[in-house]
T-cell receptor, first 115, second 110 residues
Framework: GAVVSQHPSRVICKSGTSVKIECRSL??????MFWYRQFPKQSLMLMAT?????????EQGVEKDKFLINHASLTLSTLTVTSAHPEDSSFYIC???????????FGPGTRLTVT | LAKTTQPISMDSYEGQEVNITCSHN???????ITWYQQFPSQGPRFIIQ???TKVTNEVASLFIPADRKSSTLSLPRVSLSDTAVYYC???????????FGQGTELSVKP
C-alpha cells in the first residue's frame, strides 16, 4: 500500500519558537494532503486541507497565521507551528490522497511538546 | 458531511468475532464509508471501504444495508493485537475530506 512519512517523529521546542513538520508521500503523487491534530484520549481533529500548488483551506477555528501549511510539490507538504506555546503540544498527523485514489493514507504522526 | 455515531467502547475475548456498528443517518449519495484503526501514538491505518452491500478483504468485512444509514465492521477471530480505536468515517470520495468521530475503543482480553 501507499506510504506516507512524517519528520520528525517527535520534537521538543521552547515556547515562542517555530517548528516545521514535514509530510511526504513516498510512492505516489499526493494531490491533496490533510493535517490533523490529536490531543490525548481524543479523536483526530482536521485542521486544514491542502492541494498542491494552491493555498490551504483551514477548518473553522484554526488560525492560518499560526499554522502555516505549504504544499509545494506532489510529494511534500509542510506544517509550521509559529510562535509555539505549551497549549500547542499535541500529536500532529498528516494524510495524503492521490487524484485517482479513494483512500487517505496517514503518516505515523509527530509528537510536539512545547516547554 | 455526514455525522457518525459509534459505541464508545467494546470488550471482547481472543478468538471471538467482533461487530462494531456505526450510524450515519445523513449519508449523502456520493459518500463512501471507510473504517480506520488507530493504535496509541500512531497514525490511523485504513481497514476497509465500501459503498453498499458487503465488502470483504483479508482483515475485515463491512456490511452496509440497502438504506446505507448504518454500517457494521466485522473482525473475525480477534487477537490481543486488535486492541485499538476503530473509526467509522463517511465522506465524499472525490473530495476526500473526512471528519473523525469519537471512535470505538476495542479492548481484546485473553
Amino acid at each position: 500500500g501507499a506510504v506516507v512519512s512524517q519528520h520528525p517523529s517527535r520534537v521538543i521546542c521552547k515556547s515562542g519558537t517555530s517548528v516545521k513538520i514535514e509530510c511526504r508521500s513516498l510512492d505516489f503523487q499526493a494531490t491533496t494532503m490533510f493535517w490533523y491534530r490529536q490531543f490525548p484520549k481524543q479523536s483526530l481533529m482536521l485542521m486544514a486541507t491542502s492541494n498542491e500548488g494552491s493555498k490551504a483551506t483551514y477548518e473553522q477555528g484554526v488560525e492560518k497565521d499560526k499554522f502555516l501549511i505549504n504544499h509545494a510539490s506532489l510529494t511534500l507538504s509542510t506544517l509550521t507551528v509559529t510562535s509555539a506555546h505549551p497549549e500547542d503540544s499535541s500529536f500532529y498527523i498528516c494524510s495524503a490522497k492521490s487524484e485517482q485514489g479513494r483512500e487517505q493514507y496517514f503518516g505515523p504522526g509527530t509528537r510536539l511538546t512545547v516547554t | 458531511l455526514a455525522k457518525t455515531t459509534q459505541p464508545i467502547s467494546m470488550d471482547s475475548y481472543e478468538g471471538q468475532e467482533v461487530n462494531i456498528t456505526c450510524s450515519h443517518n445523513n449519508i449523502a449519495t456520493n459518500d463512501y464509508i471507510t473504517w480506520y484503526q488507530q493504535f496509541p501514538s500512531q497514525g490511523p491505518r485504513f481497514i476497509i471501504q465500501g459503498y453498499k452491500t458487503k465488502v470483504t478483504n483479508e482483515v475485515a468485512s463491512l456490511f452496509i444495508p440497502a438504506d446505507r444509514k448504518s454500517s457494521t465492521l466485522s473482525l473475525p477471530r480477534v487477537s490481543l493485537s486488535d486492541t485499538a480505536v476503530y473509526y467509522c468515517l463517511v465522506g465524499e470520495n472525490q473530495g476526500g475530506k473526512l471528519i473523525f468521530g469519537q471512535g470505538t475503543e476495542l479492548s481484546v482480553k485473553p
